[in-house]
């Protein structure tokens, strides 16, 4: 294991925060709200592996709602070229059956990704977009229309994935081991997006833990006060029947 990033203490209770290297899977994975489709020469972004898969998706999608792509574009899309182009194009189709975020990654030491774009235009690119359709939106808020409410809601959710995914690009995933005032590893957790709600967790543990030797504490002490007036009580029995 790699050194504690953090370290701290809780009434004699250790608590430990380390990067969590190898999450188990990406939230990409999980059962998510939006479809998030990337296009970049050097990385796997998204829901899918494939630049062909991608596109021939989003073209079903589209298709599907009665929207066809131009022969102009259809020829591009084919060549892993001029990919803001083709960003451009299919978000400008897409926003017509579904809300559309596009999704830039910024490419310096590392990769990070956000809804808003960077400031540098030299490392950073749009990279692709990730969408919920108006299907979609109807059925998760059980709605007969997307309002402008409902919009925003549903941009809330698109936002908040692709926070985590960033958490996930840029290694802010963690886990903790918490051990008692002897130095015994009492639990431990792992696969934590934000170092903020892994340490709340974390303390959480070390709160209950404090509370159940507190419990135990006190336990034995009722259970050692109730052996001695038991004693007390047999000897002054035995004193009264001797002395009779």
Same mark, same amino acid.
């Given at each position: 294991?790699?050194?504690?990033? $953090?370290?701290?203490?809780?009434? @004699?209770?250790?608590?430990?925060?380390?990067?969590? !290297?190898?999450?188990?899977?990406?939230?990409?994975?999980?059962?998510?709200?939006?479809?998030?489709? =990337?296009?970049?020469?050097?990385?796997?972004?998204?829901?899918?592996?494939?630049?062909?898969?991608?596109?021939?998706?989003?073209?079903?999608?589209?298709?599907?709602?009665?929207?066809?792509?131009?022969?102009?574009?259809?020829?591009?899309?084919? #060549?892993?070229?001029?990919?803001?182009?083709?960003?451009?194009?299919?978000?400008?189709?897409?926003?017509?059956?579904?809300?559309?975020?596009?999704?830039?990654? +910024?490419?310096?030491?590392?990769?990070?990704?956000?809804? &808003?774009? *960077? &400031? =540098?235009?030299?490392? &950073?690119?749009?990279?692709?977009?990730?969408?919920?359709?108006?299907?979609?939106?109807?059925?998760?808020?059980?709605?007969?229309?997307?309002?402008?409410?409902?919009?925003?809601?549903?941009?809330?959710?698109?936002? @908040?994935?692709?926070?985590?995914?960033?958490? +996930?690009?840029?290694?802010?995933?963690?886990? #903790?081991?918490? !051990?008692?005032?002897?130095?015994?590893?009492?639990?431990? =957790?792992?696969? *934590? +997006?934000?170092?903020?709600?892994?340490?709340?967790?974390?303390?959480?543990?070390?709160? $209950?833990? #404090?509370?159940?030797?507190?419990?135990?504490?006190?336990?034995?002490?009722?259970?050692?006060?109730?052996? &001695?007036?038991?004693?007390?009580?047999?000897?002054?029995?035995?004193?009264?029947?001797?002395?009779?």
């Amino acid at each position: 294991m790699t050194e504690a990033y $953090h370290e701290e203490e809780y009434k @004699g209770i250790k608590i430990e925060i380390y990067p969590d !290297e190898d999450p188990w899977e990406s939230p990409r994975e999980w059962d998510n709200f939006g479809t998030m489709k =990337c296009f970049h020469r050097n990385y796997n972004l998204g829901d899918e592996k494939r630049y062909d898969d991608v596109v021939e998706e989003l073209k079903s999608i589209l298709n599907d709602n009665g929207i066809e792509i131009s022969e102009n574009m259809e020829d591009k899309l084919e #060549y892993f070229l001029s990919h803001n182009d083709a960003v451009d194009y299919l978000m400008g189709k897409l926003e017509k059956i579904a809300v559309v975020l596009p999704l830039y990654l +910024y490419d310096h030491s590392g990769i990070t990704m956000n809804t &808003s774009g *960077f &400031s =540098c235009p030299w490392d &950073s690119v749009k990279v692709g977009f990730i969408f919920a359709t108006k299907d979609q939106i109807k059925k998760e808020f059980d709605v007969k229309r997307v309002t402008k409410k409902v919009k925003e809601k549903a941009i809330k959710i698109l936002n @908040g994935e692709v926070e985590t995914y960033d958490q +996930y690009l840029t290694g802010d995933v963690w886990g #903790y081991v918490v !051990e008692d005032p002897e130095g015994n590893d009492e639990d431990s =957790c792992w696969g *934590f +997006y934000g170092f903020d709600y892994c340490l709340e967790e974390a303390k959480a543990i070390a709160k $209950h833990m #404090y509370k159940e030797r507190l419990k135990t504490i006190c336990i034995g002490m009722i259970e050692a006060g109730k052996d &001695s007036l038991r004693e007390l009580h047999i000897n002054k029995l035995i004193n009264a029947v001797t002395t009779a």
